[in-house]
């Protein structure tokens, strides 16, 4: 490692050279993996630790003695990332091959078993299949019904006129609330005896309405409360595609006498095929993570129990943090095999166009 | 020349065209729109100004004013301040002294929290993305790749080690260990965003600034910095947003001191139903509303250019 580390900053050298933060990372990664089997769960913490700060040391060092800004500029970044986001990461990869709850001290080595037993017979249970369909319908219907308004609202800004700036800022409010505050107010609206939607249908002659007593009426309510919140970010996406199409691409059309359908997908749609796609990408993944609307709304009640607040349940409440973790990991391997076949389609779509 | 308009361009609509000019009769129509849009937020507004029994009151007190006569007065409600003054301080027992409510830290946290971390993920972001879009790394594509994915995964999957990591270090509660985690929350995006911003600038000028002996970080911050104003715009208002809002972490991770609001405000929502002060929860939601609602407005211009990640053809 300090060969590496004294090597002279020869541009030539450092193609080939084995990089010392490589080995580093590597020195870093035994030890950590060692530590975490071998000392108790404190001690464990620090030598990662450690390990970590020495190889975004030997990071900076390698990058400083090559003039080699961009690693420079860069590893602020990955340092925080790491620490914040990779590290948590790793542990709770290694927390799913242990048994250990957070309330207890004991922790002992696994190995496979949580996830032998996830895929055996927790998924057999019908519960956990429940809540896996009913996170694939909220993932459905909450993107839908996103992509569809925020493409039409997008479409509505897309003019200059006047006031534009001042209801556009409008439509970008939802987005701004705090959840806690769209999901009590929500559940306010739709509240039987005093809840607007209630008493409006109750003034057309209805008799008491109570939307969250089935379940078709809870997941409704759910997907409306969300659809509404985040369409504005879809339509901010779309719009910054509808509003980068060159104008004299219309105009052009307009001499044509192209008609307006085909006009949207020769001109239009290529602009906004990304975005739209971009959209899609963040809504789904974000849809897939709802839990919070479902606690505040329903609390699970009326079988609208998501996968996400699943877990949150496990690891939070029932303090099976190894479980959960394994449950975790099971979700971010859908989620990744999803993003993949997201990224290939577009991929392809891309290049074939 | 006859005057070929329909009456639809006449009253002020165009043809649609994607991009273009539209008249008064298409802000009359967005109006309509945006306002029905705009209308649950609004009634929260209006709610902050109702005491208790009005916000529930059946049939509803929606409106301030009669309008002239217009709306018959059972659907009217006198509107009162004291929603607002009882956010920062309020009695406890009916009859007992009025005692502060903490709110008044609850905002300056929320606030300095969330403006500490996005200006902090602004300033690292910003000099990683120009590392990317200006020096050749090895493995670029899949370190940009690893940062993309670690804002792709669900926050359950890191929560529970990310609870052991602060209760270990200490960090749990602290004002450092939550401007961090938001920090790394939004990297991501940040370093995605201003890196399709430097990659659309020319390097034809800076290269010949170096030709003039400029060093790099004159470079940096004489001629890339200033172009790409709209783009730091554009991203601290969507990690502005973002991060104003998270809810699970700052309950998780947050102590007494440094609690953020949209904790405090679910605590003070309480058991729900006619339980919960609605007039209080709709003041506090006001409040909080008021500042990022401000900073969007003001930069809205550079939002829009903003969001365009460079995904579209040039």
């Known amino acids: 490692m300090t060969s590496v580390a004294l090597s002279p900053p020869a541009p030539d050298f450092k193609t080939i050279a084995p990089d010392n933060w490589k080995l580093a990372i590597a020195v870093g990664l035994v030890v950590s993996v060692l530590a975490t089997l071998i000392l108790p769960a404190n001690a464990a913490f620090w030598v990662v630790g450690a390990m970590a700060a020495m190889v975004a040391a030997s990071f900076v060092v390698n990058a400083y003695r090559r003039h080699y800004y961009g690693g420079l500029l860069v590893s602020p970044a990955i340092a925080v ?23 207890q001290q004991t922790i002992r080595f696994v190995g496979l078993r949580n996830y032998q037993q996830l895929l055996t017979n927790d998924l057999k249970a019908p519960e956990l299949w429940a809540n896996l369909t009913n996170t694939a319908l909220f993932v459905v219907l909450t993107v839908t019904a996103q992509m569809i308004v925020g493409f039409l609202l997008a479409v509505l800004f897309a003019k200059q006129f006047p006031l534009r700036k001042y209801l556009l800022i409008l439509v970008l409010t939802p987005m701004m609330l705090s959840v ?59 719009l910054a595609g509808l509003v980068s199409v060159p104008k004299y691409l219309y105009e052009a059309a307009a001499i044509d006498r192209v008609s307006g359908w085909r006009r949207f997908w020769t001109i239009t749609f290529p602009y906004i095929r990304g975005l739209l796609m971009l959209a899609l990408l963040f809504r789904t993944i974000e849809a897939f993570k709802m839990a919070d609307l479902v606690i505040l709304l329903t609390k699970g009640g009326n079988d609208t129990m998501t996968i996400s607040y699943h877990v949150i349940r496990i690891a939070n409440e029932q303090n099976k943090t190894s479980e959960g973790a394994a449950l975790s990991y099971l979700l971010l391997f859908v989620v990744i095999v999803l993003t993949n076949l997201y990224l290939y389609i577009a991929n392809r779509r891309s290049q074939g166009a | 020349m006859a005057d070929t308009r329909s009456i639809w361009e006449k009253l002020g609509f165009r043809k649609a065209s994607g991009v273009g000019e539209a008249g008064w009769g298409h802000t009359l129509f967005a109006a309509i729109i945006s306002l029905i849009y705009f209308l649950p937020v609004l009634i929260i507004i209006l709610t902050s100004f109702k005491l208790q029994t009005e916000a529930l009151a059946v049939p509803p007190k929606l409106l301030p004013t009669t309008l002239f006569g217009l709306i018959p007065e059972q659907y009217v409600f006198s509107p009162t301040l004291e929603n607002f003054t009882s956010v920062f301080s309020r009695a406890y027992v009916a009859g007992g002294a009025a005692e502060s409510t903490g709110f008044d830290r609850f905002f300056f946290n929320s606030i300095f929290i969330a403006s500490t971390s996005v200006l902090l993920a602004l300033v690292i972001g910003t000099l990683a993305a120009y590392g990317f879009s200006r020096y050749a790394l090895k493995g670029n594509d899949t370190y940009l790749f690893i940062i993309l994915t670690t804002r792709m995964l669900p926050a359950i999957v890191v929560i529970i080690p990310v609870i052991l990591m602060f209760r270990i270090s200490g960090l749990s509660g602290s004002y450092l260990g939550i401007i961090l985690l938001y920090t790394a929350f939004n990297l991501p995006f940040t370093i995605w965003m201003m890196k399709s911003f430097f990659d659309e600038l020319s390097p034809d000028v800076e290269d010949a600034a170096r030709l003039d002996g400029s060093s790099e970080i004159k470079v940096f911050r004489k001629i890339c910095l200033p172009q790409v104003l709209a783009g730091l715009a554009a991203t601290f208002v969507f990690g502005l947003i973002l991060t104003w809002n998270e809810f699970l972490f700052a309950l998780l991770l947050t102590g007494v001191d440094t609690r953020t609001v949209p904790v405090a405000m679910n605590q003070a929502v309480g058991g729900g139903g006619i339980g919960v002060l609605w007039g209080l929860l709709a003041a506090i939601e006001t409040l909080f509303l008021i500042p990022v609602f401000l900073v969007t407005f003001f930069l809205q211009d550079h939002l829009l250019r903003g969001v365009t990640f460079g995904t579209v053809k040039r």
């Open chain 1, 81 to 103: 990332l790491f620490v914040m986001n990779i590290f948590p990461l790793l542990w709770s990869l290694g927390l799913s091959f242990f048994a250990y709850q957070s309330n």
């Open chain 1, 180 to 238: 806690v505050a769209v999901g009590v107010f929500f559940s306010y609206y739709y509240d039987p005896t005093f809840g607007l939607l209630s008493q409006v249908i109750k003034a057309w002659g209805g008799e008491q309405f109570i939307l969250m007593s089935s379940k078709t009426g809870a997941v409704a309510g759910i997907v409306f409360a969300d659809a509404w919140m985040w369409s504005p970010f879809v339509m901010l996406l779309v």
